[in-house]
């Protein structure tokens, strides 16, 4: 598989985006303007000035919208080269109950589109948008007064996922906030994934400790005769959790090393290949040489290219080369597509900047090549 053809991935854009995308990469691949932009975002913020003007272009490169209607819209543009959509209501930060009671209602208004619509394949949510953080970072929170009301609410959307037979993919976040997640993950994947993987946990494969809770996980689906469904990624908070560790004097939960980090992301990968009758797998990442190794073990175990237990995944506004190979070889292929009101939506932003400045060999490659075209 050759990803070097930039202009597949350049196909559904209209001249002026990608305008708009040779600027984004020029101001992402450098770092300090990337630093700069982070502390003037902060100061706009704390004064209250209108960042909208300034970030728009950004919005636009990485974000679907402001709502569902215009990620719909952009669904079937992509739809047309076979690229699905898996819309992610991208609101951080925010606990309470309204913001709960929104969020709820945002994922099951994705859920009931992704029934009827071939361009949709998942649902997607992030666990402290509907459990407070407070409560994730306690030790032990099975007698904690709100343990039934969490419960309640991620059974809402599983439940109601179940009925409709879509998948819902639940992301990662803080080290911190995991355990509890896992645990009850796990209880959730026991009561709807029997035939097919409806609840979908996330694997962060730097964290040290994920191969052997993979392996845990496949044993537990074989035990119980469940499928366990896993998004595979390589984890996006590492500056923030070796900070963390090192403040609270305990162990760093991460690889010391990124050779480290991807020979786990791929070693997981082989071994769920391996027991794919037992696992849905979710590859989401922007490694080529990942995509590749997965591929090669599907080839070898024979499983077809559109084989539903098998999800390619990148982030929309990133490796387009990627994706849109990918789709056009009939490989599961999906945009993750983040959107929400634009102020809400700045962390993610801002995690994405960052993330293509620290890529920036790679992401400048792609640049020189847009420019050539
Ligand atoms: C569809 C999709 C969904 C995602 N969902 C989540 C999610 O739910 N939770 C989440 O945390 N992230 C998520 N991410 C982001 C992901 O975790 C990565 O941050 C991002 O994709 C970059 O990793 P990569 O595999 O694409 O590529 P690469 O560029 O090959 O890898 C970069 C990654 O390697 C790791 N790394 C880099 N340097 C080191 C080092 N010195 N030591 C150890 N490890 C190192 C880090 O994880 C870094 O992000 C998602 C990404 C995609 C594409």
């Not at 994922?107 to 409560?135: C, H, M, Q, W, Y």
Request: charged share 30%; aromatic share 12%.
């Amino acid at each position: 598989m050759d990803f070097t053809n930039i202009e597949i991935g350049d196909a559904y854009r209209t001249e002026s985006e990608k305008r708009r995308a040779i600027w984004v990469f020029r101001i992402v691949t450098k770092p300090f303007l990337v630093r700069i932009g982070k502390i003037f975002l902060k100061i706009a913020l704390f004064l209250r000035i209108p960042i909208k003007p300034f970030t728009n272009f950004m919005f636009k490169h990485f974000c679907g919208g402001e709502n569902l209607h215009e990620v719909l819209s952009l669904s079937e543009r992509l739809g047309k080269y076979n690229v699905k959509t898996i819309p992610d209501y991208s609101i951080e930060g925010a606990a309470d109950e309204k913001s709960f009671k929104n969020l709820i209602r945002e994922v099951k208004r994705v859920i009931d589109l992704a029934a009827d619509n071939k361009n949709i394949p998942f649902a997607v949510f992030k666990p402290t948008g509907l459990i407070s953080a407070e409560f994730l970072e306690q030790e032990t929170p099975a007698n904690h007064p709100s343990v039934d009301k969490y419960k309640k609410r991620l059974d809402e959307v599983f439940s109601y996922a179940k009925i409709k037979g879509v998948r819902v993919l639940v992301d990662a976040e803080d080290y911190k906030y995991q355990t509890r997640i896992d645990e009850v993950l796990l209880d959730f994947m026991h009561k709807y994934n029997k035939d097919k993987s409806i609840v979908f946990t996330t694997l962060q494969m730097y964290r040290h400790d994920r191969l052997d809770y993979l392996r845990f996980l496949i044993d537990f689906a074989k035990r119980e005769q469940i499928k366990i469904g896993v998004k595979f990624v390589r984890g996006a908070y590492m500056e923030k959790e070796r900070e963390r560790a090192k403040q609270g004097n305990y162990p760093d939960p991460i690889y010391p090393t990124k050779q480290d980090t991807d020979e786990a992301f791929d070693n997981a990968i082989a071994l769920s290949i391996e027991n794919v009758e037992h696992i849905e797998i979710f590859n989401g990442t922007h490694n080529e040489e990942s995509v590749k190794k997965m591929i090669s073990l599907m080839k070898t175990r024979q499983l077809s290219n559109d084989d539903e237990r098998l999800w390619f995944s990148q982030l929309y506004g990133m490796r387009d080369n990627i994706t849109f190979k990918l789709a056009s070889e009939q490989y599961n292929v999906a945009k993750y597509v983040p959107y929400g009101p634009i102020k809400e939506v700045m962390p993610y932003l801002v995690r994405r900047a960052e993330e293509n400045s620290s890529m920036s060999s790679q992401v400048g490659e792609e640049l020189t090549k847009m420019r050539s075209m």
